[in-house]
């Protein structure tokens, strides 16, 4: 469960941000006992929300969100077969 005690990131950027200021808190050995729990429960959302989104640009780069069907192959086996019948009328 999530604390309250700030809103869930929406973006990769806002969940990076604050996945460095609960690591800066963290570090900095200032953190009270009772705030160390809720700090880690909103550093999990937010580490969760920044691969979520890293996994979807990682998904986009791979060619998984080509639903279409078309790989590229089909161009390049119509560029290799003009080529071959240009190769053949000579």
């Known amino acids: 469960m999530a ?3 700030e809103p869930q990131p929406t973006s990769y950027r806002e969940a990076y941000a604050r996945l460095s200021r609960i690591a800066a808190e ?3 050995g ?4 009772d705030r160390v729990l ?3 429960e909103d550093a999990r ?3 969760a929300r920044c691969r979520e989104r890293i996994e979807a640009v990682r998904a ?3 060619g998984d969100w080509a639903d279409d069907g ?5 161009d ?3 560029i290799d077969t003009d080529k071959t019948d240009t190769d053949d009328e000579e």
């Open 60 to 62: 986009v780069l791979a």
């Open 70 to 74: 078309d790989t590229g192959e089909t």
């Open 26 to 28: 963290l570090e900095s």
């Open 30 to 33: 200032e953190a009270d006992l």
């Open 38 to 40: 809720p700090l880690l």
């Open 45 to 47: 959302a937010a580490y």
């Open 3 to 5: 604390s309250m005690t």
């Open 76 to 78: 390049a086996d119509e």
